[in-house]
């Protein structure tokens, strides 16, 4: 029986397609720059979105028409909707997947009962991966909608909920073994505080990192190969979140030992809330050799929260796609819809329209990033603002081999420098030549 009956499989049909369920850029057999567009790619779409976002806001209730689901807490209801799901995936076709825990199974207050209740929802979701050929890109747990996590998990000033919370990666993490999955990410989503006149932030700290290394020893005894993630964010829901940006995760995995475990999946809106551009986020992380996932979304230039839309701005796309060439492109991570519909668009066929502008978008994005690579006059430029690193002085400054009383006698017998210009204008003007 199909959920989505007056929505065909969608394929590539080019751009002067006037079918909205159609790919007008989005060619995943289409080689760019050696690969095809579904390997540069890797989408995953987010079940905590599709499936379980009603599209409630703070000031009302949920809109989303979900006839499948009979909004019970019921093993049943889980299973159905993960039938849904993959229907979803096959006619978006789109290869991977994401969950909490929380999302694909029912949180049964009694940890006992919702791991069962994992177990025999994950048995479901093996045999769908099997039969639709679809993958999970990462699991995770979530640690922050249950009240017991208010003030925490992994940071809890209570050490039981500490426990609970370990506990809960332990099943989570199992769950991800048992659906071959490539990667499990850690969102702190209460990992913070709401004042500090009731904070022990050090031991917060070191709770934490306590956990991470918990689930690293785990890791190798129950032989789970796929990457660790943090997922950087500064605010929303706690005041200030310790993972705020990328910076701040780099900082604190080098300061507990875990950076050699861990690698960043970073996501736009998280991005601009902590007053950063994507495109600085993602050059911290791939500076770092930490860059390994991508949360696709976007925020609005007018509101100030975590509005997770989809991505439709090709600057946008195009510039976190020059960063994923840069780095060689992902491994075991992906580009994950972590975006949900206006609450307005409430209807099923809108979960397809939303992504298909995403898919199409970084379509575009790719090619653009692809294009300005081939064309060599942004790199060399960069190449050739940086030319008197590679001799003289620079040279030797960069090898460390140089003594100031050596730079102070080098510029005492050279001419005042003659610094060239920056040209942002221009090269803003040659990045819109592929855009
Ligand atoms: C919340 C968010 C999470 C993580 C996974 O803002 O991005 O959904 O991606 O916990
Ligand atoms: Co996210």
Same mark, same amino acid.
């Given at each position: 029986m199909s959920h989505f009956s007056n929505v065909p499989k969608i394929r590539y049909e080019g751009p !002067? &397609?006037?079918? %909205? /369920? !159609? /790919?007008? +850029?989005?060619? @995943?057999d289409e080689v760019v720059d050696g690969k095809t567009m579904r390997d540069h790619m890797r989408f995953a779409a987010a079940y905590w979105h599709v499936m379980r976002n009603g599209l409630s806001d703070p000031f009302g209730s949920p809109t989303a028409v979900t006839p499948w689901d009979d909004q019970s807490n019921s093993i049943d209801n889980a299973l159905k909707r993960a039938d849904v799901f993959f229907e979803f995936l096959d006619k978006i076709d789109i290869d991977y997947y994401c969950f909490h825990d929380r999302d694909i199974a029912p949180e049964l207050n009694n940890l006992a009962k919702s791991n069962e209740a994992l177990e025999k929802v994950t048995d479901h979701l093996l045999a769908l991966q099997k039969a639709n050929n679809k993958k999970l890109l990462w699991g995770t747990a979530c640690? /922050? =909608? +249950? @009240?017991?996590? =208010?003030?925490?998990?992994?940071? &809890? %000033?209570?050490a039981e909920v500490f426990a609970y919370g370990a506990a809960q990666v332990k099943a989570a993490m199992d769950a991800t073994l048992k659906l071959g999955g490539e990667g499990y990410t850690f969102w702190g989503g209460r990992e913070g505080y709401s004042t500090l006149l009731n904070t022990d932030m050090k031991r917060e700290l070191d709770n934490l990192a306590s956990l991470l290394w918990l689930a690293v020893d785990y890791a190798k005894k129950i032989g789970f190969k796929g990457q660790f993630y943090i997922e950087p964010k500064p605010r929303e829901p706690s005041t200030h979140q310790y993972d705020s940006d990328s910076a701040a995760c780099l900082n604190f995995l080098r300061q507990y030992d875990l950076l050699q475990h861990f690698k960043l999946n970073i996501e736009t809106n998280h991005a601009t809330l902590a007053g950063h551009t994507m495109e600085h986020e993602l050059t911290v992380a791939l500076d770092a050799n930490a860059l390994g996932s991508i949360d696709a979304n976007r925020g609005d230039e007018l509101i100030g929260w975590d509005t997770d839309q989809f991505p439709t701005d090709l600057y946008l796309t195009s510039s976190i796609m020059m960063k994923v060439l840069e780095m060689g492109g992902f491994t075991t991570g992906g580009l994950n819809f972590d975006a949900k519909r206006r609450r307005? &668009? +409430?209807? @099923?066929e809108d979960l397809f329209h939303a992504h298909i502008g995403g898919m199409d978008a970084f379509a575009r994005g790719l090619k653009a990033a692809a294009a300005i690579r081939k064309d060599g006059r942004l790199g060399d430029f960069v190449a050739k603002r940086y030319a008197t690193w590679n001799e003289g002085i620079g040279a030797k400054i960069g090898k460390k081999a140089v003594t100031l009383e050596e730079i102070s006698a080098h510029v005492l017998s050279s001419p005042e420098p003659v610094i060239a210009s920056g040209r942002q204008e221009l090269l803003e003007n040659l990045v819109n030549e592929f855009i």
């Open positions: !002067s &397609s006037k079918n %909205p /369920f !159609s /790919f007008k +850029h989005y060619n @995943p640690l /922050f =909608s +249950h @009240p017991r996590y =208010s003030q925490g998990a992994g940071t &809890s %000033p209570n307005e &668009s +409430h209807e @099923p």
